[in-house]
């Protein structure tokens, strides 16, 4: 009898206590081909449209794949349907910057998923191509869609992916190949102990692997446009993996239902523009009156010269809540809570840029940047470390200075404050 090649859902890389589902069995270490000068090109043009997909499947199961930015306009994510499986919600992770540089450390996301971390709802899925979309609370500062490519590749074409294999201690992994063919396949897959589902679509061969946790990622062409999206790999070779084909992607995105999305699913109405700064307030009265002084000045310069809004709120104790509660709260749900306080002030007010909170009772600061506005992450962070310092020196003025002219600095205006 002829054996049979079976193919299993490349992917999940997982968290401890998660969902285990592997693409294949271990392999020798193959060492991947070096990146070129024009896979360096594509990596970062990619880069910002790639996530991490994390699944809570219940139970303290979670599963983790990747994706892609492949709507920003209707806020939509593409990946696998075995990354997400049978449930509805989702949280996406896009990649953090240190100036220039993306952030790979799993711990630096994980550790910060209250503030990093977009919940999504899965809106749509082809479980026979393995296919399904997200659609995400909001898009980050930065993000960039994905095109797709006008079609597929041919045998012999380079192309890119890039991925969160969770048997590697970084994200945002990139691997190069060659289109091996591309051609129409029908294979099963063990997604979990109980649960084995067969697929049917055309595919992508390559001679490129893939790792659990790649699953849904992104395949590109040296345009860096969208041709495939991450499969699986075999149990029975090497250097031999499956991508969905992009035709199959352009028969999910032509669904009537996701088509309905434009107008099933319109953004809410944005309050008008603002003809002025938002006004700070020092309700806890943490400042000096002479150092509180220089806020508004700064303020109003960021948001007449760079359409930018800088803010700061002290308040007594949370709003929307007790102290006792959020006191209670972990370090996750505490910076959740107070991420929905900004995102909140971002919806009324037509907030773009960024906003500090510091509460009395209980002790907390968070600092969020909010809207399209261009406001580097490097520095927002800087303006974080900076006033806490300064907070935990008990020496609340000097900080609330440095803090002023860290944001000017972040956007070229470094120098007198009015």
């Known amino acids: 009898m002829a ?10 890389g997982l968290l401890a206590g998660s969902l285990s589902l592997f693409a294949r069995q271990p392999e020798p270490k193959v060492d991947s081909p070096p990146m ?10 990619v880069l910002q449209s790639t996530v991490w997909v994390h699944s ?24 696998n349907y075995h990354v997400v499986g049978n449930v509805k919600k989702a949280t996406v992770y896009f990649p953090a910057f240190d100036g220039k540089k993306v952030i790979p450390e799993r711990s630096y996301y994980t550790s910060r998923s209250g503030r990093l971390g977009i919940p999504g709802e899965v809106v749509e899925v082809d479980k026979a191509a393995d296919l399904a979309l997200i659609r995400i609370d909001r898009v980050p500062e930065g993000a960039v869609e994905l095109p797709l490519a006008p079609e597929s590749p041919d045998p012999g074409q380079t192309v890119h992916s890039l991925g969160n294999p969770g048997r590697s201690g970084a994200l945002w ?140 709120e002290t308040m007594l104790k ?5 102290p006792e509660k959020v006191k209670a709260m972990t370090a ?20 773009h840029g960024v906003m500090v909170i510091i509460c009395k009772s209980p002790s907390y600061m968070y600092v969020g940047t909010t809207g399209d506005a261009d406001f580097p992450t490097a520095d927002a962070s800087m303006i974080r470390s900076t006033m806490l310092a300064a907070l935990r020196e008990n020496k609340f003025d000097m900080g609330l200075e440095k803090v002023l002219n860290l944001a000017l600095e972040a956007k070229g205006l470094a120098g007198e404050k009015k």
Do not use: M
Not at 318 to 322: A, E, I, R
Not at 333 to 341: A, G, L, N, Y
């Open 36 to 45: 070129t000068e024009n896979g360096v090109k594509v990596y970062r043009q």
């Open 173 to 312: 992994v990139y691997t190069p190949g060659k289109v091996r063919q591309v051609y129409s396949k029908r294979w099963k897959a063990k997604l979990d102990a109980k649960t084995v589902h067969t697929f049917e679509a055309r595919i992508i061969e390559t001679d490129s692997p893939t790792n659990p946790g790649d699953s849904g990622g992104p395949l590109v062409n040296d345009k860096g446009q969208l041709v495939g999206v991450t499969e699986g790999g075999a149990t029975d070779a090497q250097l031999l993996s499956l991508f969905v084909d992009l035709s199959e992607v352009k028969k999910l995105l032509n669904r009537r239902s996701v088509v309905a999305l434009r107008t099933s699913a319109s953004e809410e109405p944005k309050p008008p523009p603002r003809e002025k700064a938002l006004q700070s307030k020092d309700e806890a009265k943490l400042f000096g009156a002479e150092a509180w002084k220089q806020v508004q000045p700064v303020a109003d310069r960021l948001f007449k010269e760079k359409k930018t809004d800088f803010a700061i």
């Open 332 to 351: 996750a749900e505490k910076e959740k809570f107070f991420h929905s306080i900004v995102t909140d002030r971002a919806k009324t007010e037509n907030l």
């Open 3 to 12: 054996r049979r090649s079976v193919w299993l859902a490349c992917a999940l």
């Open 318 to 322: 949370p709003p929307k809540s007790t």
């Open 56 to 79: 809570d499947r219940g139970n303290g199961r979670r599963a983790t794949g990747s994706g892609s930015l492949i709507d920003k306009g209707r806020r939509l994510i593409l990946t």
